[in-house]
């Protein structure tokens, strides 16, 4: 059970923190065997303040990163925004120049 209280969820022997999770993992799995998308990876870290002394560094997780049309595509599976959540997804924006894609 993940922090949310879901049951995490296996496909392909991979372990996905949620079903909507695994279940958007399978498209986009099937959109890169179509050659739809390109180079898709889980679970990507993006430092979104360094450690600044004792403090740690603040990270986002993305659930998958993709290129798609030659442009990078951050997304998260979502079905909570905590306000956690809310802020982090402004920082990548003012970070990295990244909206991400919410599914």
């Known amino acids: 059970m993940n922090k949310y209280g ?3 969820t296996t496909y ?3 372990v996905f923190d949620s079903k909507r999770e695994a279940r958007r993992f399978a498209k986009l799995e099937l959109m ?3 050659g739809l998308i390109q180079d898709l990876r889980c679970q990507v870290r993006f430092e979104l303040i ?3 002394g ?3 560094a603040v990270n986002y997780i993305a659930d998958f990163v993709y290129t798609e ?3 990078t595509v951050v997304e998260d599976a979502k079905g909570c925004r905590t306000d956690v959540y809310r802020i982090k997804r402004k920082l990548m924006l003012y970070r990295y120049g990244i ?3 919410e599914t």
């Open 6 to 8: 879901n049951l995490q």
């Open 12 to 14: 392909n022997g991979r």
């Open 32 to 34: 890169e065997r179509a």
């Open 50 to 52: 360094p450690k600044i």
């Open 54 to 56: 004792s403090e740690r």
């Open 69 to 71: 049309r030659g442009k």
């Open 99 to 101: 909206t991400i894609k």
